[in-house]
């Protein structure tokens, strides 16, 4: 037992001491990670809990609900909504914001939350997460959806837990990103990854190539110059990772560097993307920017988007400073008609990638 150990508790009080009714963010943030150390024994029991497969739902976005999308979903609600903290929940997994029930008190938070991310991998044993972003909610009445649009920039606090082989919790209230690893015997978050720093140069890429022939142009660029390695434009050999679980993408970034992309594609063009704003993209991209990292629609900083849906899928580019900014300029360089696929070697006529597809 290490009894100086930072607590999670400890170090919100610590971060928080100082600003006025901010004792209630550090409160809400205690009770979301009181739900976390639930779903995370929900999830660690596996076959045994009898938690795994889908129930006969889908969510608001079509997808079949898992068992454990809707646990969690429960978990989240159960531990925020009674304290006075919260004036409103949004979750993936409900199509209006959840209204707090009469008898408990409302507080000056809105908590936006992916239950369960990456949720398909929980059959197969792969690492999922919960992703949570809270905004500020000013006024005594009954938040209505447009409450939640608010850009990420007005995000007050955002984080993930990851269940892997350790469940951890990784969190921003805007001093800087913090990993805190669960210490299950005593059941106490503990802090054991302080200002995590995101090296602004990677060799890591991460994106589901099999959507290959759908991305833009500037995707294409950037994907075959890594591919190329040591012989193409980049002049070094890049690595390629796809997990599909997007927490546990983002966690090895903050861990290591990369890049991931979740970009703008063709595949269905009645969605702009396939991951969430609210839930998924802002939150995500608060803690990498925090982390020195970069976040990025490809065509704007995320957390500047001018939210219009609470379920509204978005383009995302997120990682190593230099490689995101790289991206953005293959975009702004594609938009203007500057990104000359003749003159590189990668792009000409006897390429695979031939002209026609920079069209
Ligand atoms: O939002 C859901 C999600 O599961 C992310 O966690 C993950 O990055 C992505 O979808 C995987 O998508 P695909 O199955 O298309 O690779």
Redesign the pocket.
């Known amino acids: 037992m290490h009894l100086g150990r930072t607590t999670l508790s400890k170090f919100l009080i610590q971060q928080l001491q100082d600003a006025g009714d901010q004792g209630k963010l550090a409160a809400l943030l205690v009770d979301v990670a009181a739900a976390v150390k639930a779903i995370s024994a929900m999830t660690a029991k596996g076959a045994l809990g009898g938690f795994l497969g889908a129930i006969d739902s889908h969510n608001v976005q079509g997808e079949q609900q898992k068992k454990l999308d809707v646990l969690a979903n429960d978990a989240m609600v159960a531990s925020t909504e009674w304290g006075g903290l919260v004036a409103g929940l949004a979750s993936e997994e409900l199509d209006d914001p959840y209204v707090i029930p009469e008898g408990f008190p409302r507080g000056p938070y809105l908590l936006i939350f992916d239950p369960l ?2 949720s ?1 991998n929980t059959d197969v044993n792969v690492s999922v997460g919960t992703i949570f972003s809270v905004l500020r909610h000013d006024s005594a009445e009954q938040p209505v959806v447009g409450d939640y649009l608010q850009p990420g920039t007005r995000q007050v606090a955002a984080g993930y837990a990851i269940y892997g082989p350790a469940t951890m919790l990784v969190l921003s209230v805007g001093k800087g990103t913090h990993g805190f690893t669960l210490d299950r015997e005593i059941g106490n978050f503990i802090l054991t990854h302080p200002n995590l720093a995101i090296p602004e140069d990677t060799s890591e890429f991460a994106i ?1 190539t099999s959507n290959a022939r759908f991305w833009e142009p500037p995707v294409h660029r950037y994907v075959t110059e890594c591919q190329a390695g040591k012989a193409g434009e980049r002049g070094r050999d890049f690595n390629m990772r ?1 997990i ?4 546990a ?1 983002v966690h090895r970034i903050l861990m290591r560097g990369g890049v991931f992309m ?1 970009p703008k594609d063709t595949k269905d063009p009645s969605k702009p993307g ?3 704003l609210m839930y ?1 993209a802002n939150p995500i991209a608060m803690l990498i920017e925090q982390a020195g990292g970069a976040a990025s629609t490809g065509r704007q900083r995320l957390t500047e988007l001018r939210p219009e849906q609470l379920h509204q899928r978005v383009p995302v580019i997120l990682g190593s400073k230099n490689e995101v900014l790289r991206i953005e300029r293959y975009h702004a360089e594609h938009a203007s008609g500057h990104d000359r696929p003749y003159d590189s070697p990668l792009f000409n006529e006897r390429s695979l990638f031939r002209a026609r597809e920079f069209n």
């Open positions: 991310d990456g398909s589901n796809w599909a679980s997007m927490v993408e979740y396939r991951l969430r998924e």
